[in-house]
């Protein structure tokens, strides 16, 4: 439910009334708020993972874009030791080219958000679902705890010349 001009009308009336509402009425009108709040958030659609690349390829599509699908491997760490989970990654254009470059089990840090891609199985006739990350950006690291390093201009020490005043 989104708040509407009546809603927040009402609401603000409420406010003024204050000290005076009863303590059932507050508790009410609490709800009634989070209610209505809770109903306007939206969901945070994140992503961020580091895993080892495997299984690249890349595909044009009708259009001339290029994709880039890969899956990582992510390794988790448990009570009984560790274990792997596969998440499955695309990459567009010229971010999906350079990771098709990059070689087999190499270590990438991954954002971007969850994607549901839908298709008919032509066998079944079924329609089948795929979750699957859809890549912002992704990086090579050094190691799987890191996070990419910032590319940064060659650095040299400031002199006073450098300073304009």
Known sequence: MLLNNRDIATLKRELKRGPRLSRAERVDYLRRIVTMLGNNERSLNRTVVTGLLRNQK?????????????TLAVIEGTKDGTRTVYVDCVSWNGQGERIATLPAESKVYVTGRLQTYSWTDKASGQKRYKL????DSAEEVPNLNSRPMAQTAESRPISDEDIPF
């Open 132 to 135: 699957q990350i859809a890549c």
């Open 58 to 70: 890349i595909r044009v599509t009708v259009n001339q874009n290029k994709l880039c699908t890969f």
